[in-house]
């Protein structure tokens, strides 16, 4: 689902970014991250823990509750070869248990039929493509329960610029302090900034809460490759909106407060929602400048990257040059970017630009 605009190509997206401001760890506190305010004409240079001060009593922030799973299984073929599979989606198929797709890294691929021997005893039985027998990924089905499979053999499937092994403090870090509904292969960064002490300072404030789910898919980090944006296919990703937040929305819009989605993934899910008119499914909503936001007032994020449909999506909620100069701000001042990186705070723009 596209609101692709064509004023704009791939080309406006990109930006240069050097290395050393890619965050590798997060910071020592969930809370200890900078916060850049990007909510007037000026950029102001802040720290998350003073986000409170900038919110109002009635206000209601909409988090995401997905929880990461550890997707990334080692093992090898019938021949020895090593491979890697990133299980995007336990499937749940009638009649056929503990199958999934997900993306496989290997030197040669193998053919429907192939049993497939995991690290930690287990086998993964190559069934075909999927979502059809031409789609972009595997379906694969497990001897035992995908999810404790990935729980006792798993790894943290951390994004492709974190250059480090999985260890202790990404399971604990890479993971928000709420998540309760498994099933992301990547974490909603922006939420990953918010400790138990701040939610409570929040509810303190009277700043409200609510939750949605979208499951964050391993195509969150595909590049974009066509210089036309609108010929981009987005990935799918499950989602769901509660009837209690649905109820949320519509009080904090009759007491004048407004919508803070925690995270593009949250906008994804809430607008989702608001231009489809169902409450859970599998979305590709690909928002980009010239899109009518129908829910999402102000918008907490990190940092992007260059040409990534989420570089598209914040500059179509908080206006492309204002985006691109706060993101030269951010750079100058040395914020840290991506997944483990220093946050951002948005207001939706009242104009297009």
Avoid at 129 to 141: K, N, T
Wanted: charge should be negative.
């Amino acid at each position: 689902m596209s609101s692709a605009s064509s004023s704009f190509t791939l080309s406006d997206f990109d930006f240069h970014l050097p290395p050393e401001l890619i965050a590798q760890h997060p910071a020592a506190e969930r809370t200890g991250s900078r916060l850049l305010d990007g909510t007037g004409n000026t950029p102001q240079d802040r720290q998350f823990r003073d986000l409170p001060s900038l919110l109002r009593a009635g206000d209601l922030m909409v988090f995401n509750d997905t929880q990461v799973v550890k997707a990334r299984l080692f093992g090898h073929k019938p021949s020895g070869g090593r491979l890697e599979l990133l299980v995007e989606r336990v499937l749940h198929e009638p009649g056929l248990p503990n199958t999934v797709a997900a993306h496989m890294k290997v030197s040669k691929k193998p053919q429907p039929g192939t049993v497939l021997q995991m690290d930690g005893g287990f086998t993964a039985t190559l069934l075909g493509r999927w979502p059809h027998e031409d789609g972009p990924i595997y379906r694969l089905q497990f001897s035992e329960d995908p999810y404790t499979l990935m729980a006792q053999h798993g790894h943290v499937p951390l994004p492709p610029y974190i250059t480090h092994v999985d260890s202790a403090e990404d399971e604990r870090r890479y993971q928000t302090v709420f998540a309760r509904s498994p099933g992301a292969v990547a974490a909603p960064t922006a939420a990953l900034h918010f400790d138990e002490a701040m939610l409570a300072t929040l509810d303190a404030a009277g700043v409200q809460h609510a939750n949605v789910t979208l499951h964050v898919g391993a195509g969150t980090f595909q590049p974009v490759k066509t210089e036309n944006i609108a010929e981009h296919v987005m990935h799918f990703e499950r989602y769901e909106v509660p009837q209690a937040t649905a109820d949320a929305i519509a009080a904090c819009r009759a007491r004048g407060g407004r919508v803070l989605a925690v995270g593009t993934t949250s906008v994804r899910a809430l607008e989702s929602w608001a231009t489809r008119g169902e409450a859970r499914g599998d979305t590709d909503i690909f928002i980009t400048p010239g899109y009518q936001f129908r829910t999402v007032d102000m918008l907490l994020t990190n940092f992007h990257l260059p040409k990534s449909t989420l570089m598209m999506l914040v500059s179509a909620f908080a206006g492309y040059g204002h985006v691109m100069a706060l993101y030269q701000h951010a750079i100058a001042r040395h914020y840290r970017f991506f997944s483990y990186g220093d946050a951002m705070l948005l207001q939706r723009q009242t104009v297009s630009s």
